[in-house]
C-alpha cells in the first residue's frame, strides 16, 4: 500500500476499482494514475484483494496456494467475502471517511465473473455474503481493462517467470475467454459505474484513456490534474 501527497478533497474520498483478466496490466495502470492523483495532491492508497489488510493478507495465501478451491466453491467464496469484510472495515471505509481516495486492484467484480459467473456459486449466495461484507458500499468507478485472453496470458508468463501459476493463473485457455466476457457482460450491465477499456495498446495509451474515463465519470478532479 503506497500513499501519496496532502488531502485537497473535501468530504469523503472517491473508491475506484481495477478489474480485468490475467495480464491485463491493472498493477501497472492503478499505480499511473496513483502518480497522477499525487500530481493533483489528492491523498490516495493503493490497495488489492484478496488482501489490502493484514488479516486479509493471511486469507489471499490461503485462497492463492489452492487451499480454498478444496473446500468447495461456497466455502472458497465465503474466504473471499471474509478478506473483503476486514479489508473494508480496516482499510477502505476509514480511508474514505477521511477523503482518503482509494485504488483498489479488484473488488467484487473480481467475485461475480471468477466465482459466480464462472463458478457454481449462486448469485443469492453472493448478494447475501455482500450485504453482510460491503452493505451499500460501491465503487463510484470501476474500470475493467479488457484484453486479448492469449495476450494476457503472455504478459503474466512473463510476469511470472519460473514460479509456478497461482490457483486462478492455472486455469485453462476457455476459463479465461469466458473471463473476459464475463467482465464484458458486468461492463454492460451497468455503464454508470463501468468503463470497460481496450488495454491492449500502450501502457500510456492505457492511462490516457483512463484519464478519460475518470473524468467523464467523477466530477470532483481539480483542473490542475488534468494537465498533468
Ligand atoms: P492476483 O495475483 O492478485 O492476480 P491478478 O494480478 O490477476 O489480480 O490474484 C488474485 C486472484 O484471485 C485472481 O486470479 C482473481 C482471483 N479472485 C477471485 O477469484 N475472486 C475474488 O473475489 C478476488 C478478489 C480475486
Same mark, same amino acid.
Given at each position: ?8 478533497t473535501s ?8 478489474e ?8 501497472? &495502470?492503478?499505480?499511473?494514475? #496513483? ?9 490516495t ?6 488482501g ?6 493471511i ?8 487451499m480454498?478451491?478444496?473446500l468447495?466453491?461456497?466455502a472458497?467464496?465465503?474466504l473471499f ?14 480511508a ?21 459467473r464462472?463458478?457454481?456459486v ?6 447475501a ?6 452493505g451499500?458500499l ?11 485472453v492469449e495476450?494476457g496470458? &503472455?504478459?503474466?508468463?512473463?510476469r511470472?517467470?519460473s ?6 493463473e ?6 479465461? &475467454?469466458?473471463?473476459?466476457? #464475463? ?11 463501468c ?27 481539480p483542473?490542475?490534474?488534468?494537465? #498533468?
Open positions: 500500500m503506497t500513499s501519496a501527497a496532502p488531502n485537497r468530504g469523503r474520498g472517491k473508491f475506484i476499482s481495477f480485468g483478466g490475467e495480464g491485463s496490466g491493472k498493477s501497472t &495502470q492503478i499505480r499511473k494514475l #496513483a502518480e497522477r492523483l499525487a500530481a493533483a495532491k489528492l491523498r492508497i493503493v490497495t488489492r484483494e484478496p489490502g489488510s493484514p488479516g486479509a493478507e486469507i489471499r495465501h490461503l485462497v492463492l496456494s489452492g480454498g478451491k478444496l468447495g466453491p461456497d472458497e467464496t465465503l467475502a471474509a478478506a473483503r469484510d476486514d479489508h473494508v472495515h480496516t482499510v477502505i471505509q476509514p474514505l471517511s477521511q477523503g482518503t481516495w482509494v485504488l483498489c486492484d479488484r473488488f467484487s467484480d473480481s467475485t461475480r465473473a471468477y466465482q459466480v464462472l463458478g457454481q449462486l448469485p443469492a449466495v453472493l448478494n455474503m455482500q450485504r453482510v461484507t460491503i451499500d460501491k465503487p463510484d468507478l470501476t474500470i475493467i481493462l479488457d484484453i486479448p495476450v496470458l &503472455q504478459r503474466a508468463a512473463a511470472r517467470g514460479d509456478a501459476p497461482d490457483r486462478f492455472a486455469e485453462d485457455v476457455q476459463f479465461h &475467454q469466458d473471463l473476459r466476457e #464475463a467482465y464484458r457482460q458486468i461492463a454492460a450491465e451497468d455503464p454508470q459505474r468503463v470497460l477499456i481496450d488495454a491492449n495498446a500502450d501502457a500510456d495509451m492505457v492511462a490516457a484513456r483512463v484519464w478519460t474515463a475518470l473524468r467523464d465519470h467523477l466530477f470532483a478532479i483542473s490542475s490534474a488534468s494537465t #498533468a
